[in-house]
């Protein structure tokens, strides 16, 4: 069973603080994805990326940066956390050039108050 | 500009019945669509998907049927079943840019018993 972990389920942090979401899948997929999930709007792109420290801006990267140091794990980091990123973060992977179908982790629901 | 739109937010069927969630496209280009369920603090799990080169695609209780001319897609489930109560997310992808895919906002569905 392909399994994707978030580091957290849920996270309470302060307004400018810096805060580390971390993902990690054992399918040895190239592809992961960061996402927020926010009511109304659907899942949102982040970022991505589809290899080793290479990364790619979703629709929605303003205010996050993204590290992929090894193949199974991709960060996302958020550099000054505002209320506005109070949300749900889903990280996901998938294989490159297969049936787009990505596996989601079970999500991190942060507040920033 | 949401490229996948799910008009309805929420919709109620009584356990047994048929169960349709519609989904409509403005991305030409999109080719390959997908359906993913997601149950309340779990992250959303692949469902059923079909390529533009058909027009349905079966699975068990679930199908879905895609009309490329009126750039939309439904998804079926007969009979629906209390455990089918869940979010329901389309997605579509344009079969470049690094295997992303756009998901529709949701559409929530109730199957009452």
């Known amino acids: 069973d392909v399994k994707v972990t978030q580091s957290s389920r849920y996270l309470v942090k302060r307004t400018g603080e810096k805060v580390f979401l971390e993902c990690v899948q054992d399918m040895d997929h190239e592809n992961m994805f960061w996402y927020r999930q926010d009511p109304g709007l659907g899942l949102r792109l982040i970022y991505f990326?589809?290899?080793?420290?290479?990364?790619e801006k979703g629709d929605i990267p303003e205010g996050y940066s993204v590290s992929r140091e090894k193949k199974e794990r991709f960060s996302l980091i958020l550099e000054s956390a505002s209320t506005n990123q109070t949300s749900m973060y889903l990280c996901a992977s998938s294989f490159m050039g297969g049936s787009y179908e990505q596996y989601f982790g079970p999500g991190t629901r942060l507040t920033v108050t | 500009d949401q490229q996948v739109k799910q008009n309805s937010p929420s919709l109620s069927v009584q356990e047994g019945r048929i169960s349709i969630l519609n989904c409509d496209y403005t991305n030409s280009m999109f080719d390959y669509f997908l359906w993913y369920k997601k149950y309340p603090a779990e992250g959303p799990t692949f469902l059923i998907s079909i390529s533009s080169i058909k027009d349905k695609n079966e699975d068990g209780r679930f199908t879905v049927f895609l009309n490329k001319s009126a750039k939309h897609l439904s998804l079926h489930i007969v009979p629906s079943q209390p455990g089918d109560s869940a979010v329901y997310f389309c997605a579509a992808s344009a079969g470049t840019s690094y295997d992303k895919v756009i998901f529709g906002p949701g559409t929530s569905l109730s199957v009452i018993p």
């Open positions: 990326s589809y290899d080793v420290k290479m990364k």
